[in-house]
């Protein structure tokens, strides 16, 4: 089977980015042929508010010359239409309620204009998936057919080696923008005990105001993109990852944790919820509560037994979110489609 993946993104510890990657892998190893085009590999303007819509473009033109596939894999709404023009059977997944997304990040106005564009761009797709049920629940009442395919990781592969810096060390990994909930880790930041370091993983457009925080607290480490390898030694090394996300799918960086024997305290937001339960798997609290998280984390960092329990119910639950799992997943639907 030929397919063609297309993603505004294909590197990184984001988790679309991640997505295709373990994909791609799953699909290569199983003697698939496969060809992306992301922005690593297209042109893209990377300014905020552009990137996405001259990948759009760019991949659109693309695509042109893209013949032969079986299988056009678009993943969420800047990749729909150059799907739409590309040759093959057509899936497209969603990561999440995307004009939800765009509303935290942009407002109403711009909401208001891809909900409009969100609705068409799905009637391209010969099938729609989905990565959590609060997007399968939302799109089902759109009136549309979706599938429910949760993200994955590949549990075998990931690093053993656990990298501790600090003796009280917590962790975020993640894409530093409004909807992983940057102000909220501000917030915990300035008020952090000083024997607590907090470690702050990724890049984005809100980076500029964590690195002028850690110009002020001294515990505070902005350490920018780090390569997966690394970027799994240190949540495996970490007493606790922190994730305050707005809006959320199934995150990548969740499941790594669980996986990781690493407690979590994250947002009841979107697929957080069906990953995780409230004080059995991980700690769960309302969005916009930093000093929530902050007594959470200075809580569980004192209840070495309650962190024990945690996160080995955590590993037990992460089990059925492999990719030899969930890559048969997709294979089925597009069998179906063949």
Not at 108 to 124: F, G, P, Q, R, V
Not at 296 to 324: G, H, P, R, T
């Amino acid at each position: 089977m030929r397919v063609l993946i297309i993603s505004p993104t294909q590197t990184g510890i984001g988790g679309i980015a991640q997505h295709v990657q373990g994909l791609t892998n799953f699909l290569k190893i199983n003697n698939h042929d496969v060809d992306v085009i992301s922005s690593e590999n297209t042109f893209t303007l990377p300014m905020k508010g552009l990137k996405n819509p001259s990948f759009m473009i760019s991949a659109f033109l693309k695509t042109k010359f893209k013949k032969g596939h079986d299988i056009v894999h678009a993943h969420n709404l800047p990749s729909a239409l150059p799907m739409k023009h590309a040759s093959g059977k057509k899936i497209l997944t969603l990561h999440g309620v995307y004009s939800k997304q765009i509303d935290v990040l942009y407002g109403k106005t711009t909401s208001n204009i891809s909900t409009s564009y969100e609705k068409n761009a799905l009637t391209w797709a010969d099938a729609i998936t989905v990565v959590s049920k609060e997007s399968y629940d939302y799109y089902t009442k759109l009136g549309f057919k979706v599938s429910l395919v949760p993200n994955a990781i590949d549990i075998a592969l990931l690093p053993k080696k656990k990298e501790r810096l600090y003796d009280k060390q917590i962790i975020f990994a993640g894409r530093l923008s409004k909807e992983k909930g940057i102000s909220d880790l501000l917030e915990v930041s300035k008020n952090l005990p000083k024997d607590i370091h907090l470690l702050i993983l990724g890049s984005g457009p809100e980076e500029e105001k964590i690195r002028q925080v850690t110009k002020l607290y001294s515990n505070i480490h902005l350490m920018g993109h780090v390569e997966k390898e690394r970027t799994i030694s240190l949540i495996g090394g970490s007493d606790i990852l922190i994730q305050p996300s707005l809006v959320e799918g199934i995150s990548s960086t969740l499941l790594e944790a669980m996986a990781c024997k690493t407690p979590i305290i994250t947002t009841n937001v979107g697929g957080n919820n069906e990953l995780l339960e409230n004080n059995k798997s991980g700690i769960m609290i309302e969005p916009n509560s930093p000093q929530k998280i902050l007594e959470k984390l200075i809580e569980l960092l004192s209840d070495k037994q309650k962190s024990i329990n945690l996160s080995e119910e955590a590993f037990n639950k992460v089990q059925k979110y492999d990719w030899s799992h969930v890559g048969k997943l997709y294979l089925n639907i597009y069998e179906s489609l063949l």
